[in-house]
């Protein structure tokens, strides 16, 4: 099948016309006819696990055929080493602060100007097919299916245009046998700009059956840095919650089945995964499995022996889910060879950042250290790119549109912070003219994984990052001697001057996206309110969870609540926390008040579980007993279930009392759809406001 477009009709007249080479110019750059693009996406996929990268790990031939093809591209980076944030801004050309996905807690807004809508505009076919993450509906594409959320491995669900479906198998082959469906159902006069997005190999690291016992025979090589102590690094590398050591779950990460101590739904997420598998799946599972954890438990580890049995079981499940993906992607690219579309296609793999696979002692990302800041990305057009060529040039993320629409001869639009490389790609070489610094910016704190907010800049031999928020503390690498970023040499004697070329360098960064870290502390301080309750007494007449109670008698009433903004991040303290009764209390004002407003201050977090209530209440006495019902609101919960926070209004009229009795009910479960679906739903209240 040949992919064929109007152009393409015109070019032939043109051919005839000359009859020379099949191109005519437009703009400066000599276009065949527009090439389709094909963007694909894994998830946590680091270049030190592809071995077109160098891998002392694994092989992934497939993904070498790309490379091999065209070129390997060496220093491309994110810009905000996390997924949500790492999609939204490939996919608008902006960075966090512009599009709004500061983190995963912020939901997408598509009605902002995206590179899908642009092709789409433009004649192309477009589809989004896999790990989308960014919770409202995909916009600008013809064709979506797309995981809920993070999405499972083994028989997921997908959204397919806005329906819900079930599906059984593993993710990966799923993910390509809807790309190949997608391909063989388009029109053929029509090119297409298709974005398939693998879920793997992202945290638990579920493999597909025919690949559980690969790497069963070796021992998978440690990084040099595995055991890490952190010396001259700041508190923010020793304070994460990443370490192989202390955070990844017996059961949850590493599939050893038993009660091994940790959140509850870590040590129950594997036994309800089995009960979901077919049998045949089931069954090849514990096959593999049994035998390999029976012997573990057996050897008793402990100390160092523990975390290196640790890191194999991890990085040998991470590495066989990517094996799946390499096998998929060969069968995209089997597909696209025997249709004849390999010539006028661009082909890009890459992933939403890196990770760690050991070094530091550490998996996942957030960090600006090289791991997972860096992202792979190789990327062929045989018609255009030179086979087996590579590039240093420095390139972010928010590029990635520019250099799509660019190559396919569109317009890039004025709010699109990246710059296209196309050039760089199409000649092999870097333009004098080109970056010599990336910007970084990470927000998710506090958030899992405990990684201090930081921003940074990175030039060819340095790099220099700033931890703030709750800290003020400096890291500089030179990357050229300490590629490993062991050695900080922030504050050493000799590094004065770069130091300072560097910090400039920053602040000229910040300037030119219009990024302000500065402000963002305003914005999140708490909200302070002097009220009628500030202080007041309360009777909690059902117990929150202990997870979140902290001084639940206090929390209510202290005058400072929480009031979520772009910049807020998932902060669990300041609230009380119910997730299997609802929330009731009684409070004394002390003495009959004059009343006209009674608000409860509540947060939805869909991410967490965490729901508005379906039903609040207020009653008034004068005893803290015989209570008269004054109101009950039925907040409107829209199906987008948007993040943020709330405060409801409980009264109409003014009113006179001493004790008010309110109560607010729980959303019983998260509902279909949403991430967490049918677990018990959380209801996070806060302060009672009463003027
Ligand atoms: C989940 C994972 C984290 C991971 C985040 C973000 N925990 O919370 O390990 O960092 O997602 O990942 S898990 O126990 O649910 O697997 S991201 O890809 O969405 O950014
Ligand atoms: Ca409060």
Redesign the pocket.
């Known amino acids: 099948m040949i992919k064929l477009c109007p152009l393409e009709a015109a070019l032939c007249v043109c051919l005839l016309l000359l009859s020379s080479a099949a191109c005519f110019t437009q703009g400066e750059k000599m276009v065949s006819s527009p090439p389709n693009i094909i963007f694909i996406m894994s998830?946590?996929h680091a270049a030190q696990a592809i071995s077109c990268y160098g891998s002392k790990i694994n092989e992934t031939p497939n993904l070498d055929r790309i490379a091999d093809n065209g070129m390997r591209m060496d220093r491309v980076y994110c810009t905000n080493s996390?997924?949500?944030p790492s999609r939204a801004s490939i996919l608008t050309g902006k960075f966090s602060h512009k599009n709004g996905v500061l983190n995963?807690v912020n939901s997408f807004d598509g009605s902002q100007e995206n590179v899908a809508k642009i092709f789409q505009s433009n004649g192309y076919q477009t589809a989004m097919i896999g790990k989308w993450?960014l919770k409202s509906s995909p916009t600008g594409f013809d064709y979506w299916n797309v995981l809920p959320g993070?999405g499972l491995y083994y028989n997921p669900s997908f959204i397919e245009m806005g329906e819900r479906k079930e599906y059984t198998g593993y993710v990966t082959d799923l993910i390509t046998d809807f790309t190949l469906n997608w391909l063989d159902s388009l029109q053929e006069e029509k090119p297409f700009f298709l974005m398939m997005q693998h879920k793997a190999p992202?945290?638990?690291w579920m493999p597909n059956t025919p690949d559980l016992t690969l790497y069963d025979d070796r021992d998978i090589p440690e990084p040099n840095n595995l055991f890490d102590d952190y010396q001259n690094r700041s508190s923010a590398a020793k304070e994460q919650e990443m370490s192989i050591e202390k955070d990844l779950h017996l059961s949850?990460d590493l599939k050893v089945m038993g009660d091994f101590p940790g959140g509850k739904w870590?040590v129950n997420f594997m036994k309800e995964r089995l009960k979901t598998m077919t049998e045949e799946q089931r069954s090849a599972w514990e096959a593999a499995y049994t035998p390999k954890n029976e012997a573990f438990l057996a050897a008793n580890l402990a100390g160092e022996d523990l975390i290196r049995w640790k890191y194999q079981r991890y990085i040998k499940d991470y590495l066989r889910t990517i094996h799946s993906v390499d096998v998929n992607v060969g069968r995209l690219l089997d597909y696209l060879e025997e249709n004849d579309m390999m010539e006028n296609t661009v082909i890009i793999y890459t992933s939403?950042q890196g990770f760690y696979l050991g070094e530091h002692g550490w998996f996942?990302?957030r960090f600006m250290y090289e791991e997972s800041y860096q992202m792979p990305f190789i990327i062929q057009y045989p018609e255009k790119i030179k086979a087996g060529s590579t590039s240093d040039a420095l390139c972010m993320n928010v590029d990635f549109a520019p250099t799509m629409l660019e190559l396919a001869g569109l317009p890039v639009p004025e709010e699109m912070q990246g710059t296209s490389f196309d050039q760089i790609v199409l000649n092999g070489n870097t333009p004098n003219n080109w970056r010599k610094t990336t910007y970084y910016h990470y927000f998710e704190y506090p958030g899992?994984?405990a990684v201090k907010r930081h921003y940074g800049v990175r030039n060819n031999r340095y790099k220099l990052i700033h931890f703030y928020y709750d800290i003020d503390e400096w890291e500089l690498f030179d990357l050229q001697e300490d590629p490993a970023e062991m050695d900080n040499l922030y504050g050493k004697e000799g590094y004065e001057a770069i130091t300072e070329e560097l910090k400039a360098e920053l602040k000229k960064q910040q300037d030119q996206y219009d990024d302000h870290p500065e402000d963002f502390n305003k914005l999140l301080e708490r909200k302070q309110k002097d009220h009628l309750a500030k202080g007041k007494p309360i009777q909690l007449l059902k117990e929150p969870n202990n997870a979140y109670g902290q001084d639940p008698l206090s929390v209510l009433t202290d005058g400072q609540y929480w009031e979520y903004n772009l910049y807020s991040s998932i902060v669990y303290t300041g609230w009380l926390g119910y997730n299997d009764r609802d929330f009731e209390v009684v409070l004394n004002l002390g003495e009959v008040k004059n009343i006209s407003s009674v608000l409860l201050n509540c947060y939805q977090n869909t991410d967490s579980r965490i729901y508005y209530p379906t039903e609040i209440s207020l009653a008034v006495s004068d005893d803290g007993k015989n209570a008269q019902a004054i109101q009950t609101v039925k907040p409107l919960v829209t199906e987008e279930y948007k993040n943020g926070t709330q405060a409801f209004q409980l009264t109409k009229e003014k009113l006179n009392a001493r004790y008010l009795h309110i109560s607010a009910k729980r959303l019983a479960m998260v509902p279909k759809g949403q991430s967490g679906e049918l677990k018990n739903a959380w209801l996070f209240v806060d302060e009672i406001i009463i003027e």
């Open positions: 998830d946590d996390i997924c949500a995963n993450h993070q992202h945290r638990n949850y870590q939403d996942d990302k899992v994984h």
